[in-house]
C-alpha cells in the first residue's frame, strides 16, 4: 500500500507552499470537497495525483487472481493495483481556500464507503471511458440518487475510440446542463481544466439557486 503524507516539493524561502507544502497556510480559513469517481480502471488515482500539491495519500493493493472474478479488467491492461479505501490530495486555491480530492473505488462492493464519503461534498467529476461508457451509469445513478452535482470528463487511453461529443452525451444520457469535457489525466493542465470545469458548473447553480 502506498501511503505518503508528506510533499516531495517543499516549501519556498518565504515559508509559503511552493505548490507542494506539507503544512496548510495560516490563513487558510475555508476547506472545500470534491469527489473524483468513477468505474474500475478509469484513472481516479492519476487524476488526484496530477492535481495535488502535496504526495497524494493512496490506498492501493496489488490486485490478486482471486479478484479478476470479482472486477471487470476489460480495457485495463497493464493495471496491477487497485484502490481499496480512497485517494486523498490538497489543492490551496488562494491565502484562505483550499481544496481537497478524494478519489473514491469505482468497485460496487465499495458502495458502503463511496457514500459516506460523498458527506460534505460540493459536487463531484465523473472520469469515463470510451471503451466502457456504459459502465458509469452506476456511478452517475448514485451521485443523482444523492442529489450531488456532477461534471463528466471523458478520460484520454491511447488506445480508446474519439466519438463526438453529441454521441457520448446520447450514449450517458447526459441533461443539457451536464458539462461534458475530455482530458489527460496524467497532464496536471488537462486534469486543471477539466476541474475547473466542474466547479464553474457548480458556481452556475448556485448563482441560480432563491436567495
Given at each position: 500500500?502506498?501511503?505518503?503524507?508528506?510533499?516531495?516539493?517543499?516549501?519556498?524561502?518565504?515559508?509559503?507552499?511552493?505548490?507542494?507544502?506539507?503544512?496548510?497556510?495560516?490563513?487558510?480559513?475555508?476547506?472545500?470537497?470534491?469527489?473524483?469517481?468513477?468505474?474500475?480502471?478509469?484513472?481516479?488515482?492519476?487524476?488526484?495525483?496530477?492535481?495535488?500539491?502535496?504526495?497524494?495519500?493512496?490506498?492501493?493493493?496489488?490486485?490478486?487472481?482471486?479478484?479478476?472474478?470479482?472486477?471487470?479488467?476489460?480495457?485495463?491492461?497493464?493495471?496491477t493495483t487497485t484502490t481499496v479505501a480512497m485517494d486523498f490530495g490538497r489543492l490551496t486555491l488562494s491565502?484562505?481556500?483550499?481544496?481537497?480530492?478524494?478519489?473514491?473505488?469505482?468497485?460496487?462492493?465499495?458502495?458502503?464507503?463511496?457514500?459516506?464519503?460523498?458527506?460534505?461534498?460540493?459536487?463531484?467529476?465523473?472520469?469515463?471511458?470510451?471503451?466502457?461508457?456504459?459502465?458509469?451509469?452506476?456511478?452517475?445513478?448514485?451521485?443523482?440518487?444523492?442529489?450531488?452535482?456532477?461534471?463528466?470528463?471523458?478520460?484520454?487511453f491511447d488506445d480508446a475510440p474519439v466519438f463526438p461529443e453529441e454521441e457520448i452525451r446520447e450514449a450517458?444520457?447526459?441533461?443539457?446542463?451536464?458539462?461534458?469535457?475530455?482530458?489527460?489525466?496524467?497532464?496536471?493542465?488537462?486534469?486543471?481544466?477539466?476541474?475547473?470545469?466542474?466547479?464553474?458548473?457548480?458556481?452556475?447553480?448556485?448563482?441560480?439557486?432563491?436567495?
Open positions: 500500500m502506498d501511503s505518503a503524507l508528506a510533499s516531495d516539493r517543499g516549501v519556498s524561502h518565504s515559508g509559503v507552499p511552493d505548490g507542494g507544502g506539507v503544512y496548510l497556510r495560516g490563513t487558510v480559513r475555508t476547506a472545500a470537497k470534491l469527489l473524483v469517481v468513477g468505474h474500475f480502471g478509469v484513472g481516479k488515482t492519476t487524476f488526484v495525483g496530477a492535481l495535488s500539491e502535496i504526495r497524494p495519500l493512496r490506498t492501493e493493493e496489488t490486485m490478486t487472481q482471486a479478484g479478476a472474478h470479482v472486477d471487470d479488467l476489460s480495457g485495463t491492461d497493464g493495471k491565502d484562505s481556500l483550499v481544496l481537497y480530492l478524494f478519489g473514491a473505488p469505482g468497485q460496487q462492493r465499495f458502495t458502503r464507503l463511496w457514500l459516506d464519503m460523498i458527506q460534505g461534498a460540493l459536487g463531484a467529476l465523473v472520469l469515463a471511458d470510451t471503451r466502457r461508457l456504459d459502465h458509469s451509469f452506476d456511478v452517475m445513478g448514485l451521485l443523482e440518487e444523492h442529489g450531488v452535482p456532477y461534471a463528466v470528463a471523458v478520460n484520454h450517458l444520457d447526459l441533461l443539457p446542463e451536464t458539462p461534458l469535457v475530455t482530458c489527460d489525466a496524467r497532464d496536471r493542465v488537462s486534469a486543471t481544466r477539466a476541474l475547473i470545469t466542474l466547479v464553474d458548473h457548480l458556481h452556475a447553480r448556485t448563482a441560480q439557486e432563491p436567495l
